[in-house]
């Protein structure tokens, strides 16, 4: 680490992209995708990467831990230490089998959590527990 701050990673600017093909291409193209939000709910940006298999860089803030597991499918620094930002962006592209662990695990996870048919069916049974509740 040169000490700057600065990563000597190469980094490409796309511009604006507008239909889901093109945004998935580019999700699927990249090493890591980093979110260095300082608040966020529970971004798409987040899930798209997850589902396309790209690992995910963020803070351990707001709705982040809910998507990304720390060094199971991503890396969560600490909050506001973009020391460890940096750190877990070279944690993630250092090691090829890491990352192909991540990337199988963050799609995982994108499909195991978060699909609209298992959001569907939370709705569904938070519901019923209510109705339930109400009788």
Request: aromatic residues 8%.
């Amino acid at each position: 680490s040169s000490g700057d701050g600065a990563l000597s990673l190469p980094a490409h600017y796309l511009g604006s992209l507008h239909d889901e093909i093109s945004m998935a291409l580019v999700y699927a193209a990249c090493d890591v995708f980093v979110a260095p939000s300082l608040e966020d709910n529970l971004p798409n940006t987040v899930l798209e990467s997850l589902s396309c298999g790209t690992p995910v860089v963020t803070f351990d803030i707001g709705g982040f831990p809910d998507m990304v597991t720390h060094r199971k499918n991503g890396y969560l620094a600490q909050s506001f230490e973009t020391s460890d930002l940096a750190m877990g962006i070279e944690w993630v592209v250092e090691d090829e089998n890491r990352w192909n662990r991540l990337a199988e695990a963050g799609r995982s996870r994108v499909v195991d959590d978060f699909t609209l048919e298992r959001s569907a069916s939370r709705y569904s049974e938070l519901y019923e527990e209510i109705l339930g509740k109400t009788h």
